[in-house]
């Protein structure tokens, strides 16, 4: 299946650290983007690769991948990282991109 | 700098087209794919196809297979989306996005569909 699957909603306090998921077969063979989407706004790529941050994405974004899930960690949260995040890989054709759901996230 | 920047908002009826433009700057246009992303109203992102400018090769979402074409003009480094048969399910943000990393995105384009 290339399916992927990301919880709905996470919350964190302020300055504590926090883990999105998203699981699917495809991350096994392709690694997993993830992009956070403020409302109104277009997505923003946070994460790409093993681990690798685009040029102005702070380093308190970080991603990893274990098994069929690819994982994106904020550690010390701002108020600022209160978007929805979505994840994406390539399908297992390699020819399609497949993404999640979506994940909120509130900082309260 | 790289920039993608899109047409503007469409309305149109049920049956009918809309073509979609993303003019690409500030890169080899030919070295890097251009992705076709559409949003609904509160909804998730939803891939719609790519297109590799230089070989002309596009790829489809097969919920998509038949209803969008995305070409692309080498001349004005620009990639377009025609949907057709529009129904109102396709009322949504309508996004271009560079490279399989999606690194960077145009501002998108509103396209409502309604009778």
């Known amino acids: 299946s290339s399916e992927l699957t990301q919880d709905p909603a996470v919350s964190v306090a302020l300055g504590q650290t926090v883990r999105i998921t998203c699981q699917g077969d495809?991350?096994?063979?392709?690694?997993a983007s993830w992009y956070q989407q403020r409302p109104g706004q277009a997505p923003i790529l946070v994460i790409y690769?093993?681990?690798n941050r685009p040029s102005g994405i702070p380093d308190r974004f970080s991603g990893s991948i274990s098994g069929s899930t690819a994982s994106l960690t904020i550690t010390g949260a701002q108020a600022e990282d209160e978007a929805d995040y979505y994840c994406?890989?390539?399908?297992?054709?390699?020819?399609?991109?497949?993404f999640g759901r979506g994940t909120k996230l509130t900082v309260l | 700098q790289v920039q993608l920047v899109q047409s503007g908002a469409e309305v149109k009826k049920p049956g009918a087209s809309v073509k979609v433009s993303c003019k690409a700057s500030?890169?080899?246009?030919?070295?890097?794919?251009i992705h076709w992303v559409r949003q609904a109203p509160g909804q998730g992102l939803e891939w719609m196809g790519t297109?590799?400018?230089?070989?002309?090769?596009?790829s489809y979402a097969q919920k998509f297979q038949g209803r969008v074409t995305v070409t692309r003009d080498t001349s004005t480094s620009t990639v377009y989306m025609e949907l057709s048969s529009l129904r109102s399910e396709d009322t949504a943000m309508y996004y271009c996005?560079?490279?399989?990393?999606?690194?960077?995105w145009g501002q998108g384009t509103l396209v409502t569909v309604s009778s």
């Open positions: 500030g890169y080899t246009f030919t070295s890097y794919y």
């Open positions: 994406n890989s390539r399908d297992s054709s390699g020819n399609h991109l497949v």
């Open positions: 690769g093993k681990n």
């Open positions: 495809s991350v096994r063979t392709h690694y």
């Open positions: 996005a560079r490279d399989w990393e999606l690194g960077y």
């Open positions: 297109i590799y400018p230089s070989v002309d090769s596009r």
